[in-house]
Nanobody, 126 residues
Framework: QVQLLESGGGLVQAGGSLRLSCAASGSTFSSYSMGWFRQAPGKEREFVAG????????YYPDSVKGRFTISRDNAKNTVYLQMNSLKPEDTAVYYC???????????????????WGQGTQVTVSS
């Protein structure tokens, strides 16, 4: 099965930036669409960003649009989430996800994805 490993989380002040990475192994990374989700304690896991396998389209919810950028480097089997202008409400465990699903209308939803990483903690102080 595909293995996903997130890294880059940490503690940052409000207004600061972090860059998360998700390294994939066990399959052909370039053929997978990728997503980032986050989950705060007591909250549902929510969609943060998505990128289709070609890299030609990206998707964001309004809560992060203009602040977060998803990108991928297929040569490194890695997807990134650049997070700028961070807010305390961005505090959560961030999860990487992968899928071969091509029904891109569903990219915002958890059931679009097949594989999940273990998560990396992001804490934004006020």
């Amino acid at each position: 099965q595909v293995q996903l490993l997130e890294s880059g989380g940490g503690l940052v002040q409000a207004g600061g930036s972090l860059r998360l990475s998700c390294a994939a192994s066990g399959s052909t990374f370039s053929s997978y669409s990728m997503g980032w989700f986050r989950q705060a304690p007591g909250k549902e896991r929510e969609f943060v960003a998505g990128i289709i396998w070609t890299g030609g389209s990206t998707y964001y919810p309004d809560s992060v649009k203009g602040r977060f950028t998803i990108s991928r480097d297929n040569a490194k089997n890695t997807v990134y989430l650049q997070m700028n202008s961070l807010k305390p409400e961005d505090t959560a465990v961030y999860y990487c996800a992968a899928t071969t699903n091509t029904n891109y209308r569903r990219i915002y939803y958890k059931d679009f994805y097949i594989y999940w990483g273990q998560g990396t903690q992001v804490t934004v102080s006020s």
